[in-house]
T-cell receptor, first 114, second 112 residues
Framework: EPEVTQTPSHQVTQMGQEVILRCVPISNHLYFYWYRQILGQKVEFLVSFYNNEISEKSEIFDDQFSVERPDGSNFTLKIRSTKLEDSAMYFC????????????FGEGSRLTVL | GQSLEQPSEVTAVEGAIVQINCTYQTSGFYGLSWYQQHDGGAPTFLSYNALDGLEETGRFSSFLSRSDSYGYLLLQELQMKDSASYFCAVRAIKAAGNKLTFGGGTRVLVKP
């Protein structure tokens, strides 16, 4: 069964460093998302991406964040200069159409900022 | 913006029935989804209601009342493996996006 894959599963970084989290969405999907979840808290929307551009972003997704789909398969989230409060689990998700409530989530990338 | 309210925790015994309520406030409402998340795992899709009424999928059912801005997830014949967090999520349309906004989650603890 097709699945969303994310790398790395866990990354530890120093405050102020740049981090890139990678995702390979399901191949025929057209809508891509990044969510984050601070330990024990709810899943928070960061950004949605469709047709090679951001379709919506949250207040969390400030100038330190960017997303890219550099080729036909990868979807990346970059944090330019990490802060302690960026420590969280980052989930990538994808879906084929807009007329659905089902997102397919990857297993997540745990980011720890020291 | 969107806001969703659901209970923080529910405890029940194996074989019991649990109902998790979710009330929401949003503009551009399209539907209500439910996701299950085990500790350390990814959210996995359970059900989606776009129209009023009950949707049944095996032991799990989901209900929506659009006029009341309310829905619930019903877990029947509880099993130990159902111990997890359950999130309701509102789907709202903005331009070409299809954002889901999640509630705070309900932690379900199933006891023997």
């Amino acid at each position: 069964e097709p699945e969303v894959t994310q790398t790395p599963s866990h990354q530890v970084t120093q405050m102020g460093q740049e981090v890139i989290l990678r995702c390979v969405p399901i191949s025929n999907h057209l809508y891509f998302y990044w969510y984050r979840q601070i330990l024990g808290q709810k899943v928070e929307f960061l950004v949605s991406f469709y047709n090679n551009e951001i379709s919506e972003k949250s207040e969390i997704f400030d100038d330190q964040f960017s997303v890219e789909r550099p080729d036909g398969s990868n979807f990346t989230l970059k944090i330019r200069s990490t802060k302690l409060e960026d420590s969280a689990m980052y989930f990538c998700a994808s879906t084929y159409g807009s007329n659905t409530g089902e997102l397919f989530f990857g297993e997540g990338s745990r980011l720890t900022v020291l | 913006g969107q806001s969703l309210e659901q209970p923080s925790e529910v405890t029940a015994v194996e074989g019991a029935i649990v109902q998790i309520n979710c009330t929401y406030q949003t503009s551009g409402f399209y539907g209500l989804s439910w996701y299950q998340q085990h500790d350390g795992g990814a959210p996995t899709f359970l059900s989606y209601n776009a129209l009023d009424g009950l949707e049944e999928t095996g032991r799990f059912s989901s209900f929506l009342s659009r006029s009341d801005s309310y829905g619930y997830l019903l877990l029947q014949e509880l099993q130990m493996k159902d111990s997890a967090s359950y999130f309701c999520a509102v789907r709202a349309i903005k331009a070409a996006g299809n954002k889901l906004t999640f509630g705070g989650g309900t932690r379900v603890l199933v006891k023997p």
